[in-house]
DNA sequence: GTCTATAAAGAGATAGAC
DNA sequence: GTCTATCTCTTTATAGAC
């Protein structure tokens, strides 16, 4: 499923099928959750009747779960793709924060379902995302386990801080609107400063 | 609605009709969403037939109203009365997160439909239930621009620090498990340092 | 205040034509 | 691959007996 349009060379006005339902499903879910959206405002808002969606997807649940592992998947290349431009504890978790907090605000649509809508997955899909999941608090762990270790960092407890400062992240999902007060730009650089804080490390 | 036992002399085992209901909502409302809970859910778990809950309620949605309206109000009183213990913003900030993140461990299951269903309520009662949120930015934000005044603290935007020590504690909600890694005071305790790092207090 | 029974609408998913 | 039509079950809410 492509949520955004392909780079092919002709311009691509019109998504695909495919792509038109799990945008408006993102859309959806993101507003008024898993169980508050019906298959039928899923294919309406693609342009669909009721039926069309069964051809792209087995279930209401499995789209789900494509939106939801395909969002993991890209958030974990960005927090992971963050930690691999520096050797730098301070410069890797702030890069870190600065990557997840502004993507949680740009893509705050998909981020609202990859955080809040968990418990309507399928056990099994539930599980394979948790895992997922985990990976983000070893990334940042490792971090701060690293910063500790050179010194750079003090902290009491390095795992709960390392799950505040995704805590941070995750819940600007919650709160960022478009057009609000501030850019992710602005609050990426300032939550940067906060974590940064966090671990000790004064400016 | 009672949704602990009340005061009263004798010994109460089964709470009444209403306050069962209230419990049997929060916590289906918490578990599996507003749109996610049945009627049937609620007064099954409140061991009543379907038609029961309309004694007592006029709708579902007016019994998510109730039950958010309350807990909102509780909370608030929460952090208004931590920051009425002290006059040194430092000791205010610092017993107002200790509050409110221990108060979102402990109840987090209230905690949940407050601040994951808002979405579910209708367009008046979530502009009632708003305007008790913005009571808990202002309060922190106040004692945050105290802070700055007396020259405690420092930072360069003190409604986006209000805003993320908030979110510290909200997010609490998602992630706390009863009979997890940590104890709420254990939470509260290490999120208060971190809240007064944020503002750049150093220990 | 609680029940049984049910009305009325909405929901996920499928059949079969084109 | 999309449609219309529909099946079947679920859901909110109410009626009326006790």
């Known amino acids: 499923m492509r949520l955004v349009s392909a780079s092919t060379p002709e311009p ?4 695909d099928a495919r792509t038109r339902l799990g945008q408006a499903a993102l859309e959806a879910f993101a507003s008024r959750g898993f169980h508050g959206t019906t298959t039928r405002d899923i294919s309406t808002a693609a342009g669909m009747s009721p039926a069309a969606l069964y051809v792209h997807h087995r279930s209401k649940e499995e789209l789900l779960f494509e939106l939801s592992r395909l969002g993991h998947e890209r958030v974990l290349e960005v927090i992971r793709a963050a930690v ?3 050797d730098d504890p301070a410069q890797q978790l702030g890069d870190l ?3 997840f907090v502004r993507d949680h605000a740009v893509a705050h649509t998909g981020a609202r379902v990859i955080n809040y809508e968990l418990a309507a997955l399928s056990e099994e899909h ?3 995302i948790l895992a997922v999941r985990h990976e983000f608090d070893v990334v940042v762990r490792d971090v701060i386990d690293r910063g500790v270790a050179a010194g750079a960092f003090a902290t009491p407890d390095a795992r ?3 799950l505040a400062i995704l805590s941070l992240g995750i819940d600007v999902a919650r709160w960022y609107r478009d ?3 501030w850019t992710p730009d602005e609050v ?3 939550y940067r400063l906060l974590a940064l804080r966090m671990v000790g490390v004064a400016e």
Chains 1, 2 share one sequence.
């Open 179 to 181: 057009g609000g007060r």
């Open 97 to 99: 924060v600065e990557d």
């Open 12 to 15: 691509v006005l019109e998504p």
């Open 84 to 86: 691999a431009r520096s």
């Open 126 to 128: 539930h599980a394979e």
């Open 188 to 190: 990426a650089a300032h």
């Open 160 to 162: 709960m801080t390392a």
